[in-house]
């Protein structure tokens, strides 16, 4: 089910509030899992107990914005089903999967060693918060400030490299 | 002919209690995977049914490095960089939007 799919169902008289919120929550979870296990290595790699946790607590907030938004459409229906206002919005929450990928990577590469990250820009308009920390280069991993949390939020599609020292004065890349 | 009668927007539901959050059993791994093939560029599909870069047996198209944390192209040994990825996520999940 695509998520234009939910919002027509929902602006249409197809679904109530309660299905699709239900469908929003089954639809975001999917998105998440997805990126949890990209990172992890796919579905036949160990991914951990704690890769699991982590996801779900990002998931959760996500929920938490996602009940907010149904209650604002409860509250104000007519704001909500007509025109673009609420595809758009639902956009955001699809858009947060890709900043939580990122966000799982970083916190793989820190456990597996490695010690240096670098912004890449996406194929995107950039915002001046992605383009001040692609201009700092190789930093110590953690210290750019993390994708989603720039001027473009969940709209970023940048992406982070990382690198680790060999110990022959060379680096392994991720 | 009949026209579908409008639901009612009815209330939203609780929030989810406790943490919400189920780990996958296999089944629902193979529908993420499925789920990923489907949406994907079509050069990643299988993607994430990468066997561990350990295992010889397999045939799948892509292996996956633990200790570089990186995809490998079975066929060629092409090391996938992360950046690639991410633009597959992206689109992904564009289709997933959109479903072009």
Same mark, same amino acid.
């Given at each position: 089910?695509?998520?234009?799919?939910?919002?027509?169902?929902?602006?249409?008289?197809?679904?109530?509030?309660?299905?699709?919120?239900?469908?929003?929550?089954?639809?975001?979870?999917?998105?998440?899992?997805?990126?949890?296990?990209?990172?992890?290595?796919?579905?036949?790699?160990?991914?951990?107990?704690?890769?699991?946790?982590?996801?779900?607590?990002?998931?959760?907030?996500?929920?938490?914005?996602?009940?907010?938004?149904?209650?604002?459409?409860?509250?104000?229906?007519?704001?909500?089903?007509?025109?673009?206002?609420?595809?758009?919005?639902?956009?955001?929450?699809? /858009?947060?999967?890709?900043?939580?990928?990122?966000? $799982?990577?970083? *916190? +793989?590469?820190?456990? &597996? %060693?490695?010690?240096?990250?670098?912004?890449?820009?996406?194929?995107?308009?950039?915002?001046?918060?992605?383009?001040?920390?692609?201009?700092?280069?190789?930093?110590?991993?953690?210290?750019?400030?993390?994708?989603?949390?720039? /001027?473009?939020?969940?709209?970023?599609?940048?992406? $982070?490299?990382? *690198? +680790?020292?060999?110990? &022959? %004065?060379?680096?392994?890349?991720? | 002919?009949?026209?579908?009668?409008?639901?009612?927007?009815?209330?939203?539901?609780?929030?989810?209690?406790?943490?919400?959050?189920?780990?996958?059993?296999?089944?629902?791994?193979?529908?993420?995977?499925?789920?990923?093939?489907?949406?994907?560029?079509?050069?990643?599909?299988?993607?994430?049914?990468?066997?561990?870069?350990?295992?010889?047996?397999?045939?799948?198209?892509?292996?996956?490095?633990?200790?570089?944390?990186?995809?490998?192209?079975?066929?060629?040994?092409?090391?996938?960089?992360?950046?690639?990825?991410?633009?597959?996520?992206?689109?992904?999940?564009?289709?997933?939007?959109?479903?072009?």
């Amino acid at each position: 089910m695509t998520l234009i799919y939910i919002a027509n169902q929902l602006q249409g008289g197809g679904f109530t509030l309660s299905e699709w919120q239900s469908e929003m929550r089954e639809y975001l979870r999917s998105e998440y899992e997805s990126a949890v296990i990209l990172s992890a290595g796919g579905v036949r790699s160990d991914v951990t107990q704690s890769d699991w946790g982590y996801m779900g607590s990002l998931l959760k907030k996500q929920y938490q914005y996602l009940d907010s938004f149904a209650s604002d459409i409860a509250n104000n229906p007519a704001a909500w089903l007509n025109g673009n206002a609420l595809f758009n919005r639902m956009q955001l929450y699809s /858009d947060s999967a890709y900043t939580a990928l990122e966000n $799982m990577l970083a *916190r +793989k590469m820190a456990q &597996n %060693g490695f010690t240096e990250e670098k912004n890449m820009l996406g194929t995107a308009d950039h915002c001046n918060g992605c383009l001040a920390q692609t201009a700092k280069g190789w930093s110590p991993i953690g210290s750019l400030v993390p994708i989603g949390q720039r /001027d473009c939020i969940v709209k970023c599609k940048c992406a $982070m490299k990382y *690198r +680790k020292p060999t110990g &022959n %004065g060379g680096y392994a890349y991720a | 002919m009949a026209t579908q009668r409008r639901k009612p927007l009815g209330t939203p539901l609780r929030p989810i209690g406790g943490d919400g959050v189920r780990i996958p059993d296999k089944q629902r791994l193979a529908e993420l995977s499925a789920l990923w093939d489907a949406n994907c560029p079509p050069q990643y599909r299988g993607l994430m049914d990468a066997a561990p870069v350990s295992d010889k047996v397999s045939q799948s198209r892509f292996v996956y490095d633990n200790t570089r944390l990186c995809y490998i192209v079975r066929k060629t040994g092409r090391k996938i960089p992360q950046v690639e990825i991410n633009r597959a996520f992206a689109v992904f999940q564009r289709k997933r939007k959109l479903g072009r």
